[in-house]
T-cell receptor, first 117, second 118 residues
Framework: GNSVTQMEGPVTLSEEAFLTINCTYTATGYPSLFWYVQYPGEGLQLLLKATKADDKGSNKGFEATYRKETTSFHLEKGSVQVSDSAVYFCALRPANAGGTSYGKLTFGQGTILTVHP | DTGVSQDPRHKITKRGQNVTFRCDPISEHNRLYWYRQTLGQGPEFLTYFQNEAQLEKSRLLSDRFSAERPKGSFSTLEIQRTEQGDSAMYLC????????????????FGEGSRLTVL
């Protein structure tokens, strides 16, 4: 079956540090890949996505590249801010998803990021 | 606020009691999902509605769980005879039907309803 594995957290960084959160997946074919973020007291929201191999998703200074050869979708940001403190979830949608499968995402366990001033 | 709303935000109940959660999706979204999230884990899919039709249920959804979306708008998730293992955050999400006739894959989540079973 499909699965997503994220690096174990929590991750604690100082402001302006470089961030990497690792994500690898197991799935057949070419799934779509997502990063969702959950800020304190809020619901999960889509941060970025990539739907085919070698695509790069980007948003709010965050980037992730879909690497089929390593089945990875690592999240990076060059300079984090205190406001980036949140829980980050990597997720996948199965390849050739249709009908019900479009919203049936498989999530990783989440990585807590804390950024100190 | 026109986002997904869930009620109640937190429910504490004794084992064996029934609980019901409500979800109001974004008004123009025809797809609605329920997920469950336990501590330290990511969300897990429970069930999916397209309009009023429940099209898929996870095997995680035992026969004590029932979900409805009677008019294709709000949805309810009922848990009967709650057990301590039901303690979790129950998340509702909705998504639109895309221009090409298929969802873009982005889900819009509510803040969740936290259940604590004593």
């Amino acid at each position: 079956g499909n699965s997503v594995t994220q690096m174990e957290g929590p991750v604690t960084l100082s402001e302006e540090a470089f961030l990497t959160i690792n994500c690898t997946y197991t799935a057949t074919g070419y799934p779509s890949l997502f990063w969702y973020v959950q800020y304190p007291g809020e619901g999960l929201q889509l941060l970025l996505k990539a739907t085919k191999a070698d695509d790069k998703g980007s948003n709010k200074g965050f980037e992730a590249t879909y690497r089929k050869e390593t089945t990875s979708f690592h999240l990076e940001k060059g300079s984090v801010q205190v406001s980036d403190s949140a829980v980050y979830f990597c997720a996948l949608r199965p390849a050739n998803a249709g009908g019900t499968s479009y919203g049936k995402l498989t999530f990783g366990q989440g990585t807590i990021l804390t950024v100190h001033p | 606020d026109t986002g997904v709303s869930q009620d109640p935000r937190h429910k504490i109940t004794k084992r064996g009691q029934n609980v019901t959660f409500r979800c109001d999706p974004i008004s123009e979204h025809n797809r609605l999902y329920w997920y469950r999230q336990t501590l330290g884990q990511g969300p897990e899919f429970l069930t999916y509605f397209q309009n009023e039709a429940q099209l898929e249920k996870s095997r995680l959804l035992s026969d004590r769980f029932s979900a409805e979306r009677p008019k294709g708008s709000f949805s309810t998730l009922e848990i009967q005879r709650t057990e301590q293992g039901d303690s979790a955050m129950y998340l509702c999400a909705s998504s639109p039907r895309g221009l090409a006739g298929a969802s873009t894959g982005e889900l819009f989540f509510g803040e969740g309803s936290r259940l604590t079973v004593l």
